[in-house]
């Protein structure tokens, strides 16, 4: 019995050696974790966003970017304008800017949460950018549309919303053939109301004055005048009186 139950067993242990590593081969790894989103990344493999990338790196806004998609539950939502749109805007429009005001544009583009495009077509305007409140303007932007179309207006420009170069939470990325301008800096400005006319001294003062002291003091030539009549008038009444006695005596 014994002779029978050995060699069972023996074969039993190098059944489970030979399957078992083969098993074990066949477990899937666990995924480890997603890496940081390379936003840049994303614009320069469409290759027409350079200028726009040029911008987000020097105004370091594609740092504020990347450190706000690693932090924020809300997402992010960003406009890229091409290359052929900052190509169209008048020559000196940009280099005109501050530097806190080109950090401002850039900023404009950028929405602090994630939409959609069907999302962005239910949104109460205007819609809060990432530059509102810098110097104290609202920046905000307006989305009408319906069905697929979305168009974005700055309230200086208006553009419709053509590609989405990517629509997953964390982060959209919307393709714009216009750069947004923002109305808190490109808009009209209201006419400088012009200053007070300078104070000078008033003529008619002087002639009220003048006037003044004329009334107040005696003419003394219409005095003297007065006097001469009296005396002239006296010497007549006098003649008459002689001649009137002479004649009744």
Same mark, same amino acid.
């Given at each position: 019995?014994?002779?029978?139950? +050995? #060699? ?5 242990? =190098?059944? &489970?050696? $030979?399957?078992? /590593?083969?098993?074990?081969?066949? *477990? ?82 950028? +929405? #602090? ?5 069907? =999302?962005? &077509?239910? $949104?109460?305007? /205007?819609?809060?950018?990432?530059? *509102? ?117």
């Amino acid at each position: 019995m014994a002779a029978l139950i +050995l #060699p069972t067993l023996t074969a039993a242990f =190098s059944f &489970l050696l $030979v399957f078992t /590593p083969h098993t074990q081969a066949q *477990t899937a790894p666990a995924p480890g974790p997603a890496g940081p989103l390379n936003f840049t990344g994303i614009l320069d493999k469409n290759g027409q966003f350079t200028t726009f990338i040029r911008l987000l790196i020097q105004t370091q806004v594609a740092s504020q970017i990347t450190n706000q998609l690693n932090s924020s539950t809300e997402g992010l939502t960003v406009f890229a304008p091409t290359d052929n749109a900052f190509t169209s805007l008048k020559a000196g429009t940009l280099n005109s800017l501050t530097t806190q005001q080109q950090v401002a544009v850039v900023l404009y583009h950028v +929405l #602090p949460k994630y939409y959609t495009l069907t =999302s962005l &077509l239910t $949104v109460s305007n /205007p819609v809060r950018t990432q530059a *509102t409140g810098q110097d104290g303007g609202a920046y905000g932007l307006n989305f009408t549309g319906s069905g697929n179309q979305v168009n974005v207006s700055s309230g200086v420009v208006e553009t419709q919303i053509n590609n989405a170069l990517r629509q997953q939470f964390p982060l959209a990325v919307y393709q714009v053939d216009k750069v947004l301008l923002p109305n808190d800096l490109f808009g009209a400005k209201a006419p400088a109301s012009a200053p007070p006319p300078a104070k000078t001294p008033s003529s008619s003062g002087s002639s009220n004055e003048t006037a003044t002291k004329a009334a107040s003091s005696p003419d003394h030539s219409d005095a003297g005048s007065i006097k001469s009549n009296a005396g002239f008038m006296g010497l007549v009444f006098g003649m008459m009186g002689l001649l009137f006695i002479g004649i009744f005596s």
